[in-house]
Every structure is written in structure tokens, then in C-alpha cells.
């Protein structure tokens, strides 16, 4: 066995594509190695700016034979009544290119049958290669692809070598005008020239002699050595930024770390805006000392070891120094004006297309969080801020530090909410109301921010719905999923217990004055919506997919209830009888449906009706049992709530050996139907069993 080395020699790729590519690369060389029946050991993959490479250990050096057995015609056409073969089983073994002397008979249990084992002998691993690698090649997917000269291919950037080895031996074929081989080569500037490889075995090596870590772990590893190492001479410490640190070493062949300084008096600006001018055009590390205070310090990564890094930190420097210039100039204008001053250019500002301005969705912000101030019972003071909040929560995004460094909008929104004298709530609101940014990010820590969060990200999916901008498959440009993820999520940090529908409700008819039946139709599948985003988390958490089903069946409104419900139904779950308690629900929930279709059940129950001890058993159990289930519900007990509901499991076992529920006499049967039809409604306050599986 050998290993097996595809290295692709391209211009400088994005850095964001690296990784991805990788993967991709991978996993079509996986499957079309599996394909071609070729057995091989572990890949690891290899990348810089100016390659994308896999290693395989241990690939065979030829495909695995595949034996089949093929039938052919029966016993009694393939042989005449001399027992010789006939034609149709000759020209059976001929299709089949096997001798006639391989044809051989068995018992199918449908009859004896002529048939013959085939056995394809395995191709040379080398021969398969030369097909299998360009077309691995080719089918990496990027997010863009470039043509270059006259050729018909496309790569993310133009390819300028191939090296291809399996051991020894070149694995020789042709991508577009460029011809494998047994060349690498090393880093573009400290040693530029071609480097021969006699097998895989030498590439890291080779490779590292020549100022190139392709393994990017390693590179990540001596990246983050060598700044830890760098700070610590100025008795500081970088901040952790693991977004930069990916993005750097995507950037680079061989790291060269350098520290720089920047005036003091730059200092006197907010931190955020320093960081980001460092991280977001220069992809500089920004440092700070033991009480976590920046220091008039920075890291820049190089990709070439100069041999006087002293005066690559002076380039470094009279860049940063002009990049923190315009971020002051930016700054200091801004001031000059009020939130409220900037608020008044909204209307400017798109929001989407066809959802009108910026200053328009500020407006239903606010209209949405007074209503849900007032559905949660917050006192008045809360919900001044959180109004307060609401009206100045966009205006930063026509400041002209927002407009140069987007990120930082809702951050330079609690900068210049402070610098104005709002109060530390109302400006932390104003930032925390983006908040998630992303999956498993920071919640806001505000009741005010919390609401406004909500509001905001309602009113963004009830007109993206309004307007047919709905998620679909992999494509979610207006980030819904996520927005859904923040509303399920708060409302679960701060236990809001407020009617989802009401706010679908109410957002809803800010965008459509009319209301009636459309805005009814859209509720529905907006709720659809995020009943689907709490199903995905509840799974997350380890909740059943049927107990998630059985529960959202019947709930989609207090989102902090639902959670409640989900997990006492998952508890009760564990319980050892509870497939024959789920058998009895399932099968009240089920006689139910069927009735609601064909019989009018009783609203009522008379209990003089009652004909067996076993009805009047259940029924004076079930007042009992809804009372305190009704009660441990409206104190969010819910896990008692199951463990009463699951009492009554034995009186309806009993109720269904000891009665027929469908009886001929017309008002007993109505009036059974009527005590079922109030257990299953009792039983709907948590769950719907019919869901359970069993």
C-alpha cells in the first residue's frame, strides 16, 4: 500500500474559501474512491493562499474484485433432453462473458434456475487515478468560480500545477493546459523556485524547509506561538479573536509576527472603534494589558520574514495611523449631532424593497414593543425606557462610523446613546436588540433589550411573510431562521410567557391595515414557521421528536410553557409503563377523531346514564385529576401536571375492558363519547397522545 498525495498549485485563494474547499475536495475524492472500490486509510488535508492538497494513507494498489451471481433462464429451457445446454443458455453465458462449462443450476424456492458467478478482477489503483483525480479536481465547489485564458474550466482562482503521486510514481493527467507531475513549490518570496518530490512521504518536510506550513494547524499553532510570544515582551496579551485568527491564517504561508504602536492620544476613542479600524481593513490583533485595558498596541501578521521586521512595523504603523485618523474624524462628527437629529434620516434608509424605510420599521418597533411591554405587565418605567429605546435603535446606521464599519451597528448606537446622557438601559437596549447575532450567541441582558429584541425581529419576519419572502431549503437571505432562534430563545432567558399569535396578530396588521382573512391565513404559517424553529431546538436539547410533535400540537403560544410541557412529557416518557399508558391516551385521542366525523357527542355528561361502575370510576377520577392538572399548570408545575394526568390511566383501561364505547343505545353511547371527549380535552392541555409513538 502507498500513499497518495493531490496537491493544486493555484493563484491566491479567499481566504474563507480554504477550509470549505478542502472539505469538498475531500469528500468528492471519499466517495469516488468508495465508487472505484479502492480501500485506503485516513485523508488529511493540506492548504494555504496557494494550494489545496490531501494526503491518503494506505490506498490500495488496486481496486477490489467484485464476485455477483446472475441468473439466467430455468432448468427446463437451459438444457434439452440430452441434459446439453440449449442456445437461450449459451447466449446467456456469451452476455454474460462467462465459459459454459461456469453455468451451474439452483433452487430459487420459485424453481431451478440456470446461473453463474461473475467475478470482475480489479483494476490497477494507478489507472483509475488518472480518471478519478481531475474529475475530483473539478467538482470542488467554491461560493465563486473564475475562467482564465481560453480554457473551458473553472476554479476558484487559475491553477498553476498538479502535483500527483501515489509512492513513487507520478499519477500523470491533464486539467485544463496543466499537466500533473512531482512539483511542489515553496513560499512565493523567501524560496520561490520548483520543489521535487520523490514520494509523499517528503512533502511536509520539503514544504517546511521552504518557509510553507500547509498543515494549517500547525500554521495556527506557530501563529498564535509567535504573538503570545510578541505581546509578552510589552506585558500585554492579545484579545481573543478567533474569527481574526482563521481569517490570518488563511491569509498566509509562514507567519512573521510583529508588534506596532499607535499614539496614545488615539486611545480616547471608544474601544470598539479602535478594534474594529485594527481588525476590519488592516487584520491587525489589538492588545491589552492585565486589567483588560487596550494599550497603544498592535499585532499584524506577516507572510514574509524581513530581514528588518523594526521597519515592517514602521509600514504597519503609518497605515494604522491613517485608518484611526478618519475612524476619529468619523467620530468626532457624529457627535455634532443627536440620536434623535439622526433618527430623522431614516427615511432614507431602505429597509427592503418592498417594506418601505428604515424610519417606517422604527415606527412599528415601537408600536410593537408598547404592546408587548403591556403583555408581559412591565411597570411604567421599564416601559418608558423600553419605548425610548425602540425610537433611537436604528439611528445609527446613518452615522459615519456605522457606515464605514457596519458591524458596528447598534454598538456606536449605545456609544452615542451614553455620550447624549440616555440612560444605561435605553443605550444598552439599543446595542442588545441585534442580539443573537449568530447561533449560540450572547442573549441581551435588559428586560428592555430583551423586548425590543423580540419586536424587532417579529416585524422583520411578519414583512418578510407579507411580501413572500419565506425561507425555503438552504436559502434564508434575511437571516429569518436566525431571527426566529432570538425570539424562542429570550423569551426562554426571561420566562416571557405573552401569546405568540397576538403578536403575529398585531405586527401584522402594521403592515396590512385591512385585516379579515389574509392576515389569519399568514398568522398560521408564520406560527408553522416558528413551531418549526422550537421543534428544532427542542431536539436539540434531547426532547423526543414525537414528544415534540405531541406537544406542539396543541401549543404554540407561551413559548416558555411549551418548553415546560416538552420536558415533563420527555420525563414521563422514561416512566416503565409508559407504552401502556401512551397505548391507553392514544386510544381515547383516536376514538375522538374518529367520532368528531361521524356522531354528535354530547356536551355534557350525564352521570345517570352511566350503566357500569367503571364509567362512574373514571368520571369522578377525571373531575380530581383535572382540577389539580389545571392547577399545576397555571403554576408552570407541569411536570406534576403529567404525573396526575398519568394517574388515570388504569380508570381508562378499566373503563375500555369493562364497557363498549359505541353502544347501540344512542344516548349512552353519546354520553361516553361526551366523558372521552373530556378526558382527551384534558389531556390536550399538555399534549397530544396520539402523536406518541409506541
Known sequence: ????????????????????????????????????????????????????????????????????????????????????LTVPALKFAEKINVSPGQLQVKDTGKGRYLYAVRTERGISTKTLLKQ??????????????????????????PIHSICALLGKDVIAF????????????????????????ASPDQYLETLTNAFVLADISKRREKLLLQMTDTVAKIQGRIIPDEELVDTVVGLIEYPAAVVGRFDDAFLSLPREIL?????????????????????????????????????????????????????????????????????????????????KSMADKTSRVEKLAVFLSAALHLDLETTARTLRAAGLCKADLVSHVVVEFPKLQGVMGRVYALQQGEAPNVAAAIEEHYQPAYAGGQLPETIEGSV???????????????????????????????????????????QFAFSLTDLIM??????????????????????????????????????SKDAVAAVLAVSSDDIPMIWKKAQGLQVLKTAPDFEVLATAFKRVVNIIKKADASETIAQTVNDSLFDHASESALFNQYKDVRQLVLRHIETGHIDKAFADIAGLRESVD??????????????????RLALLGQIAGLFAELADFSKIST
Not at 480554504?18 to 492548504?47: C, N, W, Y
Not at 491533464?174 to 520548483?194: I, Y
Not at 411580501?467 to 426562554?492: C, E, F, H, K
Not at 378499566?654 to 354520553?671: A, G, L, Q, Y
Open 275 to 355: 478594534i474594529t479600524s485594527m481588525r476590519v481593513h488592516q487584520k491587525y490583533f489589538a492588545v491589552v494589558d492585565d486589567q483588560d485595558q487596550l494599550m497603544p498596541y498592535f499585532v499584524a501578521i506577516n507572510n514574509t520574514k524581513a530581514r528588518d521586521m523594526a521597519l515592517v512595523a514602521k509600514g504597519h504603523e503609518r497605515v494604522l495611523r491613517a485608518r484611526l485618523s478618519d475612524a476619529r474624524f468619523f467620530f468626532d462628527a457624529d457627535l455634532k449631532t443627536s440620536l434623535d437629529d439622526k433618527k430623522q434620516k431614516l427615511a432614507s434608509v431602505l429597509f427592503q424593497a418592498n417594506l
Open 174 to 197: 491533464q486539467v485544463g493546459n496543466v499537466k500533473s507531475g512531482r512539483n511542489s513549490f515553496g513560499h512565493r518570496f523567501m524560496a520561490p523556485g520548483k520543489l521535487t518530490l
Open 452 to 494: 425590543l429584541g423580540i419586536a424587532d425581529k417579529i416585524d422583520s419576519i411578519c414583512g418578510c411573510f407579507s411580501v413572500g419572502l419565506i425561507p425555503t431549503g438552504a436559502s434564508d437571505p434575511y437571516a429569518l431562521r436566525r431571527q426566529a432562534n432570538g425570539i424562542i430563545l429570550i423569551a426562554l432567558e426571561n
Open 132 to 157: 478519478i483525480l481531475p474529475e475530483s479536481i473539478l467538482s470542488i465547489t467554491f461560493p465563486k468560480t473564475m475562467r482564465w485564458a481560453d480554457l473551458k474550466i473553472a476554479f476558484a482562482r
Open 1 to 84: 500500500m502507498n500513499r497518495l498525495l493531490v496537491e493544486i498549485g493555484t493563484e491566491e485563494i479567499p481566504a474563507g474559501y480554504i477550509v470549505p474547499a478542502l472539505e469538498s475536495f475531500k469528500a468528492v475524492l471519499t466517495k469516488k474512491l468508495a465508487d472505484a472500490r479502492i480501500s485506503h486509510g485516513q485523508i488529511t488535508q493540506f492548504g494555504t493562499p496557494r494550494r489545496l492538497a490531501l494526503m491518503v494513507a494506505d490506498v490500495a494498489d488496486k481496486q477490489s474484485s467484485l464476485s455477483e451471481e446472475i441468473m439466467g433462464p430455468p432448468e427446463r429451457i437451459g438444457f434439452d433432453a440430452n441434459g446439453s
Open 654 to 671: 378499566r373503563f375500555f375492558e369493562d364497557v363498549m364505547v359505541m353502544s347501540e343505545n344512542r344516548d349512552i353511547r353519546r354520553n
Open 506 to 543: 398585531e405586527s401584522l396588521k402594521l403592515y396590512d391595515q385591512s385585516g379579515g382573512e389574509a392576515i389569519s391565513r399568514l398568522t398560521e404559517k408564520i406560527l408553522d414557521f416558528l413551531k418549526g424553529r422550537m421543534a428544532s431546538l427542542l431536539e436539540a436539547e434531547g426532547i
